[in-house]
């Protein structure tokens, strides 16, 4: 089992904290913020989203850590340790040593390029803690404020995936970036 960290940090404005019990609360009001924003991208995101299910993806995320499977963080800004939103990486085929990252900010906290930074300490954590020799990033074809920050964190478009993504029920064609170290 990966050791987990308090938290990763570059000296920057935010910090990647491991998702942990105690920020249930205040991470069901950053997403139930952004579900206007957050829900057309987000398949986990439907209208009576539940602090229950903030909590069950919580104690999903302690399994997974466990597991080696994949890392979820929530997004700290250090000035203020306001949760800005969340991100996480994951394990896609670990014979290959690819993982795939997402990521979301807050709606208040948006445009102000804490999205890019928390991708950026995310793949470097990927590279450098787990060894990955690629980190892909999937994107929903609408979703233009993604991939600028896909582009923003250096990663090169490779294409379009046609029915990438599941969202609502609905095939979604999504672009796939990828970053290598």
């Not at 987990?4 to 904290?17: F, M, N, Q, T």
Request: charged share 20%; with cysteine; glycine share 8%.
């Amino acid at each position: 089992m990966l050791a987990i960290p308090h938290s990763i940090a570059d000296g920057g404005r935010i910090a990647l904290a491991p998702v942990q019990a105690s920020q249930v609360k205040e991470l069901y009001e950053a997403i139930t913020e952004s579900s206007a924003e957050l829900s057309p991208w987000m398949e986990w995101l439907h209208p009576d989203y539940s602090i229950a299910e903030t909590e069950q993806w919580v104690a999903h995320c302690q399994k997974a850590w466990e597991a080696d499977s994949s890392f979820g963080f929530t997004v700290v800004e250090q000035q203020t340790n306001q949760i800005l939103g969340g991100c996480g990486i994951t394990f896609d085929r670990p014979a290959h040593r690819n993982g795939s990252i997402g990521y979301w900010i807050r709606t208040s906290r948006t445009k102000q390029g804490f999205a890019a930074e928390a991708a950026s300490l995310l793949a470097q954590f990927g590279f450098a803690q787990l060894g990955l020799i690629r980190i892909e990033i999937f994107v929903a074809a609408g979703n233009v404020a993604s991939q600028r920050v896909a582009e923003k964190v250096g990663a090169l478009r490779e294409g379009l995936l046609r029915n990438r993504l599941l969202l609502r029920g609905q095939p979604q064609d999504a672009y796939v970036f990828s970053l290598i170290p």
